[in-house]
C-alpha cells in the first residue's frame, strides 16, 4: 500500500481545475438568477450531467454531492418551482445519485452494512425516528418538524460514501474535491468583499445588518402558514419570471447571494464589507489538511510553498468572515495538532505562531484601525458577551432553552418544537419564536433529549477512535489526524453554530468514517496520481 502525499493531494492542476469548475457554477447560478429561465436549463443540464457520470460510475455522484454541499450551503444554486415548492438542486441531485445507487446491482453496495460504525448508526437513525414521532405526539408543526429533521436526512449518503468509494485512488479524488472546494470557497469571499469594498462604496451604512430568517411573534401569525427556517428557499425563488426584478435597488450580487442564501454580505468598518458563508467551514478543513502535512512532514522548502500558499488562502477567509465560531474552530484545529506533535516542536511552533500574529495585530492597528477595533470587539465578545447585541442574543434564549429541555430532558420533545425569547438585535427586535438556534448542542437535546445527543456523540468519539486504530499504518497518520483534527474543529464550532445538524458537518462527518475505513481495509489499493 502507497501512502498519500501532499503532492497527490494538493496537485495544484487538479486542484485549479476543481476550483474553477466550482467557480464556474456560480457564476452559472448568478446567471440563473437574473435570468429564471436559464436556472431551470442549469438545474436540468445538472440532473441530466449527473445522472449520465453516476451511472458510469457510483463514484462520481458522490464527487458531485461533494462538491455542490460545500459550495452550495443550502442547496438553492439552482432550483425548480413546482407550485409554490422549490425544489433545490440538492435534493434533486441527492435523489437521483440514490436512486442509481438503489438500482445497482454492484456487489460493494452493502459495504457499510459490514462496517464498525453500523450499530451506533443504528441506534442513532432509530431515536431520530422516535423524535419525529414525539413530535407528531405533542402536535408540533408537520412543516416544522420537516425542516428541522431534512439536515440530517444526508446522513443517508454513507450506504453511496461506502459503495463507491472502495480504494485509496477513489478517496483521493474524494478528498481533492475537498480541497479544490475550499479554495473556491476562498476565492469567493476575497472577490465578494472585494467588490463591494471597491465598486459598491454607494451601499454603506444601507447594508450594515444582520441578514436574518428569523421573524417575531407578531411576523409569524401574520404570515399564517408560511414558515421562517434557514433551510427553506428564499420566496423570491419561487417567482416566476423572465427576468428577475431589481426595484429595491439592491447590488444585483447582494440579492443572489441573499436568495440562495450563499451567504450574507455585510458592512464591516471603513470602507470594507464583510462576506460570511457557512461553507468557510470547508476553508477550515483545507486548512487543517495544509497545515498538518506542513507541521507533520518533511517537505523541501521549494515545495512548501504549495502547501503555505493553500494555508494561508484559507486562513485569510476563516479570519476575514469575520465568524467567532469558526475562530474558535480555528483554534481548536491548532490545539488539536499541537497535541499530535512532539513537545519541543510543538513549543517552536507555537513562539512562531505568537510572532507571526503580533505582527499581523502591530500592521493591522497601525494601517487599518477601523478593522482592527471590530476584530478587538468581536474576540473581547467571546468573553464578555454582554459587550455585542448577537452574543447577548445568544445568552437570552439560554433560560427558555433549558426550561424546554427540562420539560422532556431524556428523550426530548420533538423536531420542530419551538422555544421564544427576547432579542435585542436591531434588525428583529422583540419576541422571536424558533425551532433552530445556534445552540447546537441544545437545539439537539431538544429534539431528541440527553440520550439521542449522548449516541450521537458516541458515534463521532468512534470515529475519532478508529482514527488511531492499530490498522491504520504509521505513513497513513498525517492524512488521519488532518481530518480528525478538522474534524475535532467542527465539533468545537458545533457549540454555538449549528454543523453537526446540517449536511455541511454531516458530509464531513460521513467522509471522515469512509476514509477510515478504506485506509484500514487491507483490501485498499494503491494511490495512483490522480
Known amino acids: 500500500m502507497t501512502a498519500f502525499t501532499w503532492s497527490q493531494l494538493f496537485n495544484p492542476k487538479k486542484i485549479i481545475l476543481l476550483a474553477g469548475s466550482c467557480l464556474a457554477v456560480y457564476l452559472f447560478s448568478f446567471l440563473g438568477y437574473i435570468l429564471p429561465f436559464l436556472n431551470y436549463i442549469f438545474f436540468f443540464a445538472a440532473l441530466l450531467i449527473t445522472f449520465y457520470l453516476t451511472r458510469k460510475k457510483l463514484e462520481y455522484g458522490v464527487y458531485i454531492l461533494i462538491a455542490e454541499l460545500i459550495i452550495g450551503v443550502k442547496g438553492y444554486l439552482f432550483s425548480l418551482n413546482l407550485g409554490g415548492f422549490v425544489l433545490s438542486l440538492r435534493i434533486a441531485l441527492f435523489c437521483v445519485v440514490m436512486l442509481i445507487w438503489f438500482l445497482s446491482k454492484n456487489k460493494s453496495k452493502f459495504n457499510f452494512f459490514g462496517s464498525r460504525y453500523l450499530r451506533l448508526y443504528l441506534v442513532f437513525t432509530i431515536i431520530l425516528l422516535l423524535g419525529v414521532i414525539t413530535a407528531l405526539i405533542n402536535g408540533n408543526s408537520v412543516k416544522n418538524i420537516f425542516f428541522d429533521l431534512n439536515g440530517y436526512f444526508y446522513l443517508a449518503l454513507i450506504v453511496v460514501m461506502f459503495a463507491a468509494i472502495k480504494s485509496r485512488t477513489t478517496l483521493l479524488k474524494a478528498l481533492q474535491v475537498v480541497v479544490a472546494g475550499s479554495i473556491a470557497i476562498s476565492i469567493f469571499t476575497f472577490y465578494c468583499i472585494g467588490e463591494f469594498t471597491i465598486l459598491h462604496q454607494e451601499s454603506r451604512p444601507d447594508m450594515a445588518e444582520s441578514i436574518s430568517t428569523e421573524q417575531t411573534i407578531e411576523e409569524e401569525e401574520e404570515a399564517g402558514t408560511k414558515i421562517s427556517h434557514s433551510i427553506t428557499a428564499k420566496t423570491e425563488l419561487s417567482e416566476l419570471e423572465l427576468k428577475r426584478n431589481f426595484t429595491n435597488q439592491k447590488p444585483p450580487i447582494y440579492r443572489w447571494v441573499t436568495d440562495t442564501s450563499v451567504g450574507e454580505i ?172 445556534e445552540w447546537s448542542y441544545l437545539d439537539t437535546t431538544i429534539e431528541i433529549g440527553l440520550v439521542g445527543l449522548l449516541i450521537y456523540l458516541l458515534l463521532i468519539l468512534k470515529v475519532f477512535r478508529s482514527g488511531y486504530s492499530k490498522e491504520i499504518a504509521a505513513a497513513d497518520k498525517t492524512i488521519i489526524v488532518g481530518l480528525l483534527a478538522a474534524l475535532f474543529g467542527i465539533v468545537i464550532t458545533n457549540i454555538t453554530t449549528p454543523y453537526l445538524n446540517h449536511p455541511l458537518g454531516i458530509g464531513f462527518l460521513l467522509l471522515t468514517m469512509t476514509v477510515i475505513s478504506v485506509i484500514s481495509s487491507p483490501q485498499s489499493n494503491e494511490v495512483k496520481n490522480s
Open 266 to 437: 455585510s458592512y464591516l468598518a471603513g470602507p470594507f464589507f464583510r462576506f460570511f458563508t457557512p461553507s468557510q467551514l470547508y476553508c477550515l478543513i483545507g486548512l487543517a489538511l495544509a497545515l498538518t502535512f506542513l507541521l507533520r512532514e518533511k517537505i523541501a522548502r521549494r515545495e512548501k510553498f504549495i502547501l503555505l500558499l493553500f494555508t494561508a488562502l484559507n486562513l485569510a477567509a476563516v479570519v476575514i468572515g469575520f465568524s467567532r465560531s469558526l475562530w474558535l474552530g480555528l483554534l481548536a484545529v491548532f490545539i488539536y495538532l499541537l497535541f499530535s506533535l512532539p513537545r519541543k516542536k510543538s513549543a517552536q511552533i507555537i513562539l512562531y505562531a505568537i510572532g507571526i500574529a503580533s505582527v499581523i495585530i502591530i500592521i493591522t492597528g497601525t494601517l487599518l484601525p477601523a478593522v482592527y477595533d471590530l476584530v478587538e470587539q468581536r474576540v473581547t465578545s467571546i468573553v464578555h458577551p454582554a459587550e455585542e447585541r448577537s452574543s447577548v442574543n445568544r445568552f437570552n434564549l439560554l433560560q427558555p432553552v433549558f426550561t424546554k429541555i427540562s420539560a422532556h430532558p431524556l428523550i426530548g420533545s420533538g423536531f420542530g418544537t419551538t422555544v421564544e425569547y427576547e432579542s435585542v438585535v436591531l434588525e428583529k427586535y422583540g419576541t422571536l419564536r424558533v425551532f433552530a438556534f
